[in-house]
């Protein structure tokens, strides 16, 4: 059967990219024809039968180009084990027009990439509905117009029913576990068996039913999961009892051990939901830095608005002690703002008129008029949310092992229970023996903690991360940046300031005058680079009175060479060595011939002051050297890096003996410089060749291919936004000592996928043949398989606890739901 498809491909530049996308997908196996329409970025495939879309969006990515595929996050409902997940993962990649579709079992949401209507919210629920689960209602707005989390609050309320489900069930179980409780204190006693009917019966069937309907669901798809397992094995002890009561007459019955175990495993599932919620805390907590309403002025009278109504340009008004609503930049005011449930930056950071403010600060004690400049879904707050519950809901590289044994595992226990069954009845003629080893082999199994183990970790290490100013794009990159042996740095704005800065001042010998403070005040109107450094310097170092500068007139321009101006009755010039020659003043300049070598070395910028107020007899006053200083965080963190046991490399365009002085500064291991920007991706390359796994950390533009080209890309969050992009990693404040923390939380959350992983095996592993050898009872196997999961999921969670060494503690490593709620509060 004949089938067309449309893909949308990103990339295409001209007629030469049609014809490599429309050559690559000919290529396909099926593909009878494919047309790109260039003008509107899509390709027309034809084929002799349905061909899955990810074969051919892997076709246009191999030709260099990507398929824009929509990504759709769903809420699944009926998951409980990992081989649930499995299933649906397999339902959702069925669908025609799903790319990829990656379930997390710990935050229990499905992502899907696909194109076309097959990947639409209905399609993906009816495929997720015929597996056998359901799908939360998508998030909808409030009557305020913000985004309410239906599947949240939908979680809640499962959550309280289940525990009330779970303590009913633990009063009709208890009843019937208290003979066996009195037995070793010599007391024997046992109920009626009419009375251990009716008290069994409901835990059975109207507490135990959830377990046979997704069990029923499982067999109708052809496949098992935990619910099967547990529905056959009590189904099994409960049967046995009616058989041994009322056929056989005895009164040794298991209607105990089929109502304890469900009790048992609803509890672990109960505890289970408790300890999932807490690793999806830091994205609750960013979505409450969200202010529902904001105070815009319009038409001159300030009025209360919610936040979806506030549009880009509108300038917003923010009192002392009220979160920020959205981001902008400061029209008028100063304060200081706490950005530190955004940043990680443990101190207020102090604001003026011009400077940038992002959305969920907290103002401080000044009155802010704000600029809004970018709303909804483009503000900072929003993708950094975005970004953790892509990290949070994507798969790590080491979870393909798990999934692979999650597909075999329920076959296996069952072919496992069977074999018991078997082999004690057959071998010793007690199948009542046997039935029971059989029931403990199939609920001690579970494919539970295998599900949770890698997830959990990874929303446990990227929430943290979050808090302190670290957000992980992808868990690949989280389990990748353990084993980073050398970080390759960029120089401007990741090691420096970025901003030019007064290194280097002398005065001439003999002189005596504020040379600072006179350079300063020429420079005061000046909207240059290098005079905002002089005064900003001048200002600092309180060349004037208070840092309050000299008063200076008739300031002129020399063009090329520097300014002119008098300051205290003295006429003064200010420029480059051209124009001390000019003056006459080069005989001068030998005096300072070891500091002009040394800092043209290291790439400075030189300025001289002169006094021109005797123009027979002009006199040098002193030298001024602008270079960019390094950020004061840079040592330590080379140094961090280097107790790790990581080389660290510079990779600049600036010439060698500037990059040659911040090495030795900073004790870099090596230096590669006067590297082109179109260069550095094959320089990190190169050092990738050597055997090393390679971190680039950068923060411009011209840094993104070196970034992506990179084993793991760490992007300062000071820098842009294609910097960000191409990144792994992105640092939300531009400290270098945060590459040594997020290098830090990668091993400590891969130790715990690790730790994760080694008890859910050895759980199973050995849990399974005790059992089969019946060394174990059904209700001590119920309560090992309900403390499994928990045990993982609290293992996971004890990663809330990490914090970044060396770095100042900021409000941000409290916890955020709190931080978050007690911040809410206008003063």
Same mark, same amino acid.
């Given at each position: ?129 015929? &597996? ?15 985004? /309410? ?27 019937? $576990? ?29 507490? *135990? ?26 189904? /099994? ?61 319009? *038409? ?48 207020? $950071? ?42 949070? *809901? ?11 044994? &999650? ?67 992808? /868990? ?85 060479? *520097? ?142 291919? /070196? ?14 936004? $294609? ?105």
């Amino acid at each position: 059967m004949r089938s067309e498809l449309t893909l949308p491909v990103a990339g295409m530049t001209c007629a030469t990219c049609a014809g490599r996308v429309e050559k690559a997908l000919a290529a396909v196996p099926g593909v009878t024809s494919a047309q790109v329409n260039l003008a509107s970025e899509t390709v027309r495939v034809a084929s002799a039968a349905d061909l899955p879309v990810a074969q051919l969006a892997q076709a246009v990515a191999d030709a260099g180009y990507r398929v824009s595929a929509q990504t759709t996050r769903l809420v699944i409902t009926g998951m409980t084990c990992a081989t649930c997940a499995g299933r649906v993962e397999k339902a959702l990649a069925a669908v025609p027009g799903v790319i990829s579709a990656q379930v997390n079992l710990a935050n229990e949401t499905a992502e899907v990439h696909g194109v076309g209507p097959g990947a639409d919210f209905a399609t993906l629920e009816t495929a997720i509905e015929a &597996a056998g689960y359901g799908v939360a209602p998508p998030a909808a707005a409030d009557a305020s117009g913000n985004v /309410a989390d239906t599947a949240e609050l939908a979680r809640e309320r499962r959550e309280r029913r289940e525990g009330l489900t779970v303590a009913v069930g633990a009063l009709l179980s208890l009843p019937l $576990v208290l003979p066996m409780l009195l037995q070793p204190v010599g007391i024997h006693w046992m109920l009626p068996a009419l009375v251990q009917f009716l008290l069994a019966t409901p835990v059975q069937f109207v507490i *135990g039913a959830r377990f046979y309907r997704a069990g029923w669901s499982a067999v109708k798809a052809g496949s098992g999961n935990m619910d099967l397992l547990v529905s056959l094995g009590t189904s /099994a002890a409960y049967g046995l009892s009616l058989y041994q009561w009322l056929v056989l007459g005895e009164m040794h019955l298991y209607f105990e051990a089929a109502a304890v175990v469900i009790v048992l495993v609803r509890l672990g599932k109960w505890l289970e939901s408790r300890a999932k919620r807490q690793t999806t805390e830091a994205i609750r907590a960013l979505q409450a830095l969200r202010p529902d309403t904001a105070r815009v002025i319009r *038409g001159g009278v300030e009025q209360e608005l919610p936040i979806a109504q506030v549009r880009v340009g509108d300038v917003t008004v923010v009192r002392p002690g009220e979160r920020i609503p959205l981001d902008g930049k400061i029209r008028t005011g100063t304060s200081s703002v706490d950005e530190s449930l955004i940043t990680g930056e443990s101190l207020p $950071v102090d604001k003026a008129p011009g400077d940038p403010v992002t959305g969920g600060a907290i103002n401080g004690n000044g009155l802010l008029r704000i600029v809004v400049g970018a709303v909804g879904s483009e503000t900072v707050l929003a993708r950094i949310i975005r970004l953790v519950e892509d990290a949070q *809901g994507a798969k790590a590289p080491i979870q393909k092992l798990v999934d692979k044994v &999650a597909a075999i595992f329920v076959p296996v226990v069952l072919a496992i229970a069977f074999a018991t069954l078997l082999a004690w009845g057959l071998g010793s003629g007690h199948w009542e023996t046997a039935l029971i080893n059989a029931v403990t082999v199939l609920v001690i199994a579970c494919p539970c903690a295998l599900g949770l183990a890698t997830p959990a970790a990874i929303m446990a290490g990227t929430g943290v991360g979050a808090r302190h100013g670290i957000l992980i794009k992808d /868990a690949e990159a989280l389990e990748l940046a353990q084993k980073i042996s050398l970080v390759a740095f960029d120089k401007t704005g990741t090691l420096t300031r970025g901003q030019p800065g007064l290194v280097f001042q002398r005065a001439a010998p003999g002189v005596t005058a504020p040379v600072l403070a006179w350079a300063a005040a020429v420079q005061s109107g000046s909207e240059h680079p290098l005079a905002k450094a002089t005064v900003a310097a001048a200002k600092s170092e309180g060349g004037a009175d208070n840092g309050t500068l000299p008063a200076a007139h008739n300031i002129e321009a020399l063009p090329g060479r *520097g300014m002119a101006g008098q300051v205290e009755g003295h006429t003064l010039r200010l420029g480059s060595t051209r124009l001390m020659g000019e003056l006459g003043l080069a005989a001068a300049l030998a005096d300072f011939a070891t500091d002009q070598q040394r800092l043209t070395a290291q790439g400075c910028s030189l300025a001289w002051l002169a006094d021109v107020s005797d123009s027979a007899v002009p006199r040098l006053l002193g030298l001024f050297a602008y270079g960019d200083p390094l950020k004061p965080e840079s040592a330590e963190a080379i140094a961090t890096l280097h107790r790790q046991g990581i080389r660290t490399v510079l990779v600049t365009g600036d010439n060698r003996g500037a990059a040659q002085a911040v090495a030795s500064q900073l004790t870099l291991d090596q230096v590669e410089a006067e590297v082109l920007p179109a260069d550095k991706a094959a320089t990190i390359a190169r050092l990738k060749a050597g055997g090393s796994v390679v971190a680039m950390v950068g923060d411009g533009i011209n840094d993104a291919p /070196a970034l992506a080209s990179a084993d793991v890309g760490i992007a300062m969050g000071s820098g842009t936004d $294609v910097a960000m992009h191409a990144a792994g990693i992105t640092l939300m404040r531009g400290d270098p000592r945060l590459v040594a923390a997020a290098i830090a939380l990668s091993r400590m959350t891969v130790r715990k996928i690790r730790q994760n992983l080694f008890w859910a095996f050895i759980y199973n592993v050995v849990g399974i043949p005790l059992a089969a050898l019946g060394l174990l009872n059904p209700v001590f196997a119920g309560a090992a398989m309900a403390l499994s999961s928990v045990s993982v999921l609290t293992n996971a969670l004890l990663l809330k606890r990490w914090r970044p060494t060396g770095l100042p503690h900021s409000p941000a490593s409290a916890p955020l739901h709190r931080k978050a709620a007690a911040s809410t509060t206008t003063v």
